[in-house]
RNA sequence: GGCGCAUUCGUCUAGUGGUCCAGGACGCAGCCCUCUCAAGGCUGAGAUCACGGGUUCGAAUCCCGUAUGCGCUACCA
């Protein structure tokens, strides 16, 4: 086994959407695959017809793909332990399980769920320390089962949990963890439809497709012990685990739909880069031991170790989100850039207008440090794209007096003369105005940031003069001059 | 109720017996830079390391107990 190179599964149920705390569990299960040279496999779990959701599936691959964590092998890529779905592996269920009948270690139970639901009522009447099932359909003999069985009885297959030592688990993030027997449950292994539960089937798939760690949520540590007896009756290997700590709301319960966004494709909806979105998720419940909190995939592959994860939850903070995709956007090559704005505006009311990529990049250059979505170059510089047609009012009251419109009829003329002006060109024509004027740079500087952008806030002035270009900015000061009424 | 897991600034975390009256990041406040807003730089507020006992010359770090939180307790995953 230590020789071997390992084999990781992610396996979702298909419920509609990525859960962003199965976006980690995923996340994880890749870094250590890719980490230590091994396989990193996506099974569907979706044994429970009643969760059907049409389309869930292939929303799933599609975000799972978005997100750039790839299988080696599942649904899409194939592989030689498929096929990845639980639904087409049906066969494979019922043929072990029968092997487990057979060793009296599994075993019918006609008990309806009428019985089921006294049994349990009784049981807290009785103040039973735990609520199992009581054994009763294990008693039956063979022939009352084929009997019940050939007359059409519904039934479903259980674990037959005997006494026998404690269960001990061996987990990478928890170190050893004992159950005893006596708690465990006579659990279902094959429901009344014919499907197998979690437990059977994650255990008897894991063993066929050679899963040497199981790296899944900390929700699943409750259930381990039924699955190691399983790989016991089995007469299986045991797979390593690491069960990972809970992702939480703010206050401290299990992150839910009802307390903000918990689905990959919102996030990716509002704009968030999946670098960012991975970089953050990376860091709740992980970190490299030092002072770095900026990572792109491959410097988290690299540095990825189970031994380093957190035990307890983590908080998702959505200001650190922010901040990392921001972060993430600064140090983006603003060619890389490119293609979202475009597409952004593509589905802006800009996109009737064309713009030269170059005039584009100019933005990005002077945008990319202010903004923490791609729809921020909208958001906060629709000027690039289209002229102001108001000015903030705040600003006006604070910026243009009486004396403005004059004062920029001067700097018109100095902007003028100018022959394709950059950024120095405006900075020594402005200055030059003001002085004629006997003013500050100021004084114009803010009333042609306002005419120009109708708004106080953005890049250096002369950086937004150079890439709105000298015609744009003279027509923009003479309208603001008509607009601006003091 | 039972079983299990967890517990360091508001949040994410560093820390594996002395270098920790606890370090970093986000957020917050202030200063610098500056034509504005960001970015960047600096500074600050913010944690009696859940609590109580031990062990030890010495504990955030080891042990025991308590509390609190969370998870599981389904023919859901």
Same mark, same amino acid.
């Given at each position: 086994m230590i020789n071997e190179s390992p084999r990781v599964r992610f396996a979702p149920s298909p419920t509609g959407y990525l859960h962003v705390g199965g976006l980690r569990t995923a996340l994880y299960n890749y870094l250590f695959a890719r980490h230590s040279n091994g396989k990193f496999i996506l099974r569907i779990e979706d044994t429970d017809r009643n969760r059907y959701v049409e389309g869930a599936l292939e929303n799933l691959l599609e975000t799972i793909e978005w997100t750039g964590l790839?299988?080696?092998?599942?649904?899409?890529?194939?592989?030689?332990?498929?096929?990845?779905?639980q639904s087409e592996r049906l066969n494979l269920y019922k043929e072990n399980v029968d092997k487990l009948i057979n060793a009296g270690k599994a075993y019918h139970c006609f008990c309806s769920p009428e019985r089921l639901e006294e049994l349990r009522q009784d049981q807290i009447k009785a103040r039973l320390p735990q609520l199992k099932?009581?054994?009763?359909?294990?008693?039956?003999?063979k022939e009352e089962v084929l009997n019940k069985i050939q007359s059409g009885e519904k039934y479903v297959i259980r674990l037959n949990v005997e006494s026998g030592p404690k269960v001990m688990i061996k987990d990478i993030i928890r170190g050893n963890v004992e159950f005893d027997?006596?708690?465990?449950?006579?659990?279902?292994?094959?429901k009344s439809d014919g499907f197998p539960t979690y437990h059977l089937a994650n255990v008897v798939d894991d063993h066929l497709m050679k899963i040497t760690h199981v790296i899944?949520?900390?929700?699943w540590l409750s259930s381990t012990p039924k699955h190691v007896l399983l790989y016991e009756y089995f007469g299986w290997e045991i797979p390593e685990f690491a069960h990972l700590p809970l992702l939480l709301n703010a206050d401290r319960s /299990?992150?839910?739909k009802r307390q903000g966004d918990v689905a990959v494709e919102d996030y990716k909806a509002k704009g968030y880069l999946k670098e960012a979105l991975i970089n953050f998720v990376a860091l709740l419940g992980w970190s490299?031991?030092?002072?770095?909190?900026f990572y792109y995939l491959d410097e988290l592959i690299d540095k990825f170790?189970?031994?380093?994860?957190?035990?307890s939850g983590a908080v998702f903070n959505i200001d650190k989100l922010n901040w990392i995709n921001a972060e993430h956007i600064k140090n983006q090559k603003s060619e890389d850039i490119l293609p979202f704005l475009k597409n952004t505006l593509l589905h802006s009311?800009?996109?009737r207008i064309s713009y030269t990529d170059d005039y584009l990049l100019k933005v990005i250059e002077a945008m990319k440090s202010r903004?923490?979505?791609?729809s921020d170059f909208l958001e906060r510089s629709s000027y690039f794209f289209a002229?102001?047609?108001?000015?903030d009012q705040q600003i006006i009251e604070k910026?243009? /007096?009486?004396?403005t419109p004059g004062h920029l009829r001067i700097l018109i003329e100095e902007f003028e003369?100018?022959?394709?002006?950059?950024h120095d060109d405006f900075e020594t024509a402005l200055k030059s105005a003001a002085e004629k004027l006997q003013i500050g740079a100021g004084k114009l500087i803010h009333p042609v940031r306002l005419a120009v952008s109708?708004?106080?806030?953005?890049?250096g002035v002369y950086e937004l003069l150079e890439i709105l270009g000298k015609e744009e900015v003279i027509r923009r000061i003479n309208t603001a001059i008509e607009k601006i009424a003091v």
């Amino acid at each position: 086994m230590i020789n071997e190179s390992p084999r990781v599964r992610f396996a979702p149920s298909p419920t509609g959407y990525l859960h962003v705390g199965g976006l980690r569990t995923a996340l994880y299960n890749y870094l250590f695959a890719r980490h230590s040279n091994g396989k990193f496999i996506l099974r569907i779990e979706d044994t429970d017809r009643n969760r059907y959701v049409e389309g869930a599936l292939e929303n799933l691959l599609e975000t799972i793909e978005w997100t750039g964590l790839i299988p080696d092998e599942g649904p899409k890529q194939g592989g030689d332990y498929g096929p990845y779905i639980q639904s087409e592996r049906l066969n494979l269920y019922k043929e072990n399980v029968d092997k487990l009948i057979n060793a009296g270690k599994a075993y019918h139970c006609f008990c309806s769920p009428e019985r089921l639901e006294e049994l349990r009522q009784d049981q807290i009447k009785a103040r039973l320390p735990q609520l199992k099932y009581d054994k009763h359909c294990l008693f039956l003999s063979k022939e009352e089962v084929l009997n019940k069985i050939q007359s059409g009885e519904k039934y479903v297959i259980r674990l037959n949990v005997e006494s026998g030592p404690k269960v001990m688990i061996k987990d990478i993030i928890r170190g050893n963890v004992e159950f005893d027997r006596s708690t465990i449950d006579d659990q279902v292994l094959i429901k009344s439809d014919g499907f197998p539960t979690y437990h059977l089937a994650n255990v008897v798939d894991d063993h066929l497709m050679k899963i040497t760690h199981v790296i899944r949520g900390e929700e699943w540590l409750s259930s381990t012990p039924k699955h190691v007896l399983l790989y016991e009756y089995f007469g299986w290997e045991i797979p390593e685990f690491a069960h990972l700590p809970l992702l939480l709301n703010a206050d401290r319960s /299990k992150l839910s739909k009802r307390q903000g966004d918990v689905a990959v494709e919102d996030y990716k909806a509002k704009g968030y880069l999946k670098e960012a979105l991975i970089n953050f998720v990376a860091l709740l419940g992980w970190s490299g031991g030092d002072d770095k909190e900026f990572y792109y995939l491959d410097e988290l592959i690299d540095k990825f170790t189970l031994q380093r994860v957190q035990k307890s939850g983590a908080v998702f903070n959505i200001d650190k989100l922010n901040w990392i995709n921001a972060e993430h956007i600064k140090n983006q090559k603003s060619e890389d850039i490119l293609p979202f704005l475009k597409n952004t505006l593509l589905h802006s009311e800009f996109s009737r207008i064309s713009y030269t990529d170059d005039y584009l990049l100019k933005v990005i250059e002077a945008m990319k440090s202010r903004i923490v979505f791609y729809s921020d170059f909208l958001e906060r510089s629709s000027y690039f794209f289209a002229s102001p047609n108001e000015y903030d009012q705040q600003i006006i009251e604070k910026r243009w /007096k009486p004396e403005t419109p004059g004062h920029l009829r001067i700097l018109i003329e100095e902007f003028e003369k100018l022959n394709n002006p950059a950024h120095d060109d405006f900075e020594t024509a402005l200055k030059s105005a003001a002085e004629k004027l006997q003013i500050g740079a100021g004084k114009l500087i803010h009333p042609v940031r306002l005419a120009v952008s109708g708004i106080g806030v953005g890049p250096g002035v002369y950086e937004l003069l150079e890439i709105l270009g000298k015609e744009e900015v003279i027509r923009r000061i003479n309208t603001a001059i008509e607009k601006i009424a003091v």
